[in-house]
């Protein structure tokens, strides 16, 4: 981290999935570069644990928001708006990292129910954070950047991956439509990136039989995520990014 060092120093950043795997990564990240952080996961009790441990290790104090993507209503997004704008007046970054697997399954074996969960944490708590939360990004003092959470089979996907493909490729349909319309006209840039294969409970639940080591940990790509929300990258903007490949 020392070449990225305070390069976050002032800035504002919300972190959807926060607890665990890439996004309690990010938030370390995040925080060591100069951000105050707003951890957000329906797990309280772990964002608590990273709420004390920044404390132990000086770095700068974190927001707690325990918040249920799968099931909050249009208006807890709206409220955790106001809360940003009342305690920051702005929001300079949004790393949208929270979703779920689903069913490994054919699509014609799918299970309706499973479908519409995973529809709904992946791709509609996308849209409405990142619609929710435009405003504040737009009086960012400086630049902005909304970062998208895309995976290899949401560019081309693969038999048996069923609704999580799907989101994904939603989801860069979402960044495209978005960057597209903020370019030229907004200090807010809008990519996603693909964080290929990493060690976390997810990669585990999909690839059972795979051995953990044969992937890199989400630790790895934390230098990447934080030039992502620095200014370095503010020249980038409705771009489907690669692990390592920008």
Not at 2 to 26: D, F, H, P, W
Not at 113 to 134: G, H, I, K, P
Not at 229 to 241: D, P, T, V
């Amino acid at each position: 981290m020392s070449t990225q060092q305070k390069s976050l120093e002032n800035r504002v950043i919300l972190v959807t999935g926060a607890s665990y795997g890439i996004g309690r990564e990010a938030v370390y990240g995040f925080a060591e570069a100069g951000a105050t952080v707003i951890m957000l996961a329906r797990t309280e009790d772990m964002l608590n644990e990273i709420y004390d441990d920044f404390a132990d290790k000086k770095l700068p104090e974190p927001v707690i928001v325990a918040f249920d993507l799968e099931t909050a209503p249009e208006e807890a997004y709206f409220q955790l708006r106001d809360m940003i704008g009342k305690e920051f007046g702005h929001l300079d970054g949004l790393l949208l990292n929270a979703s779920m697997l689903g069913q490994r399954t054919p699509v014609s074996n799918y299970n309706w129910q499973t479908w519409n969960r995973v529809m709904n944490l992946n791709l509609n708590s996308q849209f409405l954070m990142s619609r929710t939360l435009l405003p504040l990004m737009e009086e960012a003092p400086g630049d902005a950047s909304m970062l998208f959470t895309s995976s290899s089979v949401g560019r081309q996907s693969k038999a048996f991956w069923g609704a999580y493909a799907v989101s994904k490729f939603a989801i860069e349909g979402l960044m495209q439509t978005m960057a597209a319309e903020l370019e030229n006209i907004s200090n807010v840039r809008v990519n996603s990136i693909n964080p290929g294969g990493t060690r976390t409970s997810m990669r585990a639940e999909a690839y059972p039989a795979e051995n953990p080591g044969s992937v890199k940990e989400a630790k790895e790509l934390v230098t990447q995520y934080v030039y992502l929300m620095s200014k370095e990258s503010k020249h980038l903007n409705g771009q489907a990014l690669d692990f390592s490949k920008q």
